[in-house]
């Protein structure tokens, strides 16, 4: 009898998808279970299970590299994981805390939303600490097919049954991009681990008589790109950001961009660093791209998640300029830059939610006259969150940009950051155009359907301290990034 | 290297040929003698009532979808039982973790009575 090899498995490595898995899979039980009144509970539990995993993330931090390795080397939970869990935590979190308010509002009171977002949770996860393609791959498959039925969760709505079909078919496609790239890499290079493939080529070399390799890290980059909505794979973002419900539209801009770029820096810079002389040429192309059709095309919309949709792929354009450099400034800077754009996009969606009428109803731009006259108090703190995105001291929108695009110029690419800094400029204007709405215009509605429960409290209250925090004293979570990428 | 594979072209282009030979050769040498009753379209041999083209019902989709979910978890459970004594705890954990995280989804399923057909 051949003997079998069992590998060794290190629970340690998978602890934090492990947890949120199992809670997600009891709350799916608990569901079934419990009158629909009650379906509120079922998201202070998740938010319990959150905290959790949260804990065993922080308590990996810095973890022996015996300990952070499990199932063949295919899992590798290292400090750069570790600081994207804490992102994508930090996202599921605020998104779960807004939830309730607008599942009451829609009357689509469904408790299997907070599994979904928590399955999709430890999909992002498995994302950023897979070192083989596979698992990547794997982690995406988990985060995209529960984000399909989020986008598509508010049933008796019609746009958001649009948004789930057109993200699920367009994702599949995407999909398809990502992992035909992976078969030709594995062809190419005999293995799908990440570094077996950098070791291939470093031995080998790359462009010369290697046409299967370079098409297949272009088809990975294409599927990667749709995933964090570069233009010009950007075409889904809008109509899907706009259908979703609003606190999965949250959820999406912040959560799963940030995953998308934790495995195309994964990929990118860990498989293929030798040639970053390549494909940082691409990327300053789709960088440019991206930031220039995200901010012109917003500047024309009036549906205030349309806006902030196409906002969502200029804020990709800036983080990819920081993946242009290819420095470590530029890595760092992404992963700052993420974590706070969580922060101010999911703070604005809150208020958004908080606006917004049954059967998603008042969300456009104009619908905010004389919001400021009414709600002091929210008109201020939704202007923080869209001054933070808009890039302006002292938020951490400010800091964030600014790291990114100095990493830029250190790495000698003055344009890209001017391009960078007059999209920027661009921007202020859509951003603006809000705030002239709340501050300056004369109210049409009263806005006493607003009504301000202590969850969404929560949730602004951190997101404010998110932006503003780092915008003030950004050392720590800046020398966190840094030693997250340092390895 | 690549002629490790030549078995399998050749099982390939073999069954190809098979298939193939097997329709010509019919269409050649058998017998034709079509009657209304010979050509009219199959079904489990009764009498075709209706077009083909109708509206299903979602519930027959949801059927179809948990049928290849538990069929899949039969297909896993063979190799395995095989291979048992050789993968002993291991295996016998791990199947543990895959038929338990398949029953939240039978138990969930059965409690939102999916299974009903009324």
């Known amino acids: ?54 804990v065993s993330v922080v308590t990996g931090w810095n973890a022996p590299a015996s300990m952070q390795t499990a199932f063949n080397g295919s899992v590798l939970q290292d400090n750069f994981a570790l600081f994207f869990k804490g992102i994508f935590l930090v996202s599921s979190f605020l998104t779960i805390l807004i939830t309730d308010q607008y599942l009451q509002r829609e009357e689509c009171n469904h408790g299997e939303i907070y599994p979904l977002i928590l399955l999709a949770t430890a999909g992002m996860m498995l994302m950023a600490s897979g070192t083989d393609l596979m698992t990547i791959f794997l982690g995406l498959e988990v985060l995209s097919v529960s984000l399909y039925v989020l986008a598509g969760f508010n049933r008796e709505n019609l746009k958001s049954n649009e948004a789930g079909l057109k993200y699920f078919l367009l994702g599949a496609f995407s999909t398809g991009f990502l992992l035909y790239g992976m078969a030709l890499t594995y062809g190419a290079t005999g293995s799908t681990k990440i570094a077996a493939i950098a070791t291939f080529i470093a031995q080998n070399g790359y462009v010369t008589g290697n046409p299967m390799l370079v098409v297949g890290m272009l088809l990975m980059g294409v599927g990667f790109s749709f995933k964090v909505a570069a233009a010009p794979f950007h075409m889904w973002t809008p109509d899907v950001y706009e259908g979703a419900p609003t606190p999965i539209t949250a959820f999406m801009s912040a959560g799963p961009k940030a995953a998308g770029f934790a495995g195309f820096l994964r990929v990118f810079l860990f498989a293929v660093p030798a040639l970053k002389a390549d494909w940082s040429a691409l990327l300053w192309i789709l960088a440019v791209l991206t930031m220039s059709v995200g901010n012109i095309i917003a500047l024309s919309q009036d549906n205030i998640k349309r806006m902030l949709a196409y906002s969502s792929i200029a804020h990709a354009g800036y983080a990819l300029v920081g993946f242009a450099a290819g420095n470590a400034e530029g890595t760092a800077g992404i992963l700052f830059y993420m974590l706070t754009y969580a922060f101010m996009n999911i703070g604005a969606f809150a208020i958004i939610v908080l606006v917004g009428k049954k059967g998603e109803a008042n969300s456009n731009v104009s619908d905010y006259a004389g919001f400021a006259s009414k709600h002091p108090v ?23 940009k600014f790291y990114l695009f100095s990493a830029a110029i250190k790495s ?76 | 290297m690549l002629g490790a594979y030549l078995p399998i072209l050749l099982l390939v282009v073999i069954a190809i040929c098979f298939g193939l030979g097997a329709m010509v050769f019919s269409a050649l ?90």
């Open chain 1, 1 to 54: 009898m051949e003997t079998f090899a069992i590998p060794a498995i290190n629970v340690a490595a998978i602890m934090p998808e492990t947890i949120l898995s199992v809670i997600a899979m009891a709350l799916l039980l608990l569901n079934v279970f419990v009158k629909s009144e009650q379906k509120a509970y079922l998201g202070y539990l998740s938010l319990i299970g959150i905290v959790v995993t949260f």
């Open chain 1, 378 to 400: 929210l008109a201020v703190v939704m202007a923080i969150f869209l001054f933070s995105l808009a890039g302006m001291p002292p938020t951490a929108g400010f800091i964030g």
């Open chain 1, 412 to 487: 000698g690419y003055v344009w890209l950051a001017i391009i960078g800094v007059l999209n920027s400029a661009v921007s202020v204007y859509y951003y603006l155009r809000v705030m002239v709405f709340m501050y300056m215009k004369a109210p049409e509605e009263e806005f006493d359907w607003l009504k301000v429960t202590p969850p969404i409290v929560v949730s602004i209250l951190l997101s404010l301290a998110g932006v503003l925090i780092p915008g003030v004293i950004p050392g720590y979570l800046l020398s966190l990034a840094q030693r997250a990428i340092s390895m």
């Open chain 2, 29 to 118: 040498v058998g017998p034709k003698k079509p009657s209304a009753l010979k050509l009219a379209p199959y079904e489990c041999g009764c009498e075709p009532v209706g077009s083909a083209r109708e509206r299903f019902s979602v519930k027959f989709y949801l059927i179809a979808m948990m049928f290849i979910l538990f069929d899949i978890e039969a297909v896993f459970m063979y190799p395995w039982s095989i291979l048992f004594k050789k993968l002993g705890m291991f295996g016998l954990v791990e199947m543990g973790v895959f038929i338990a995280i398949l029953l939240v989804g039978y138990i969930y399923v059965w409690k939102k009575g999916a299974l009903e057909w009324e």
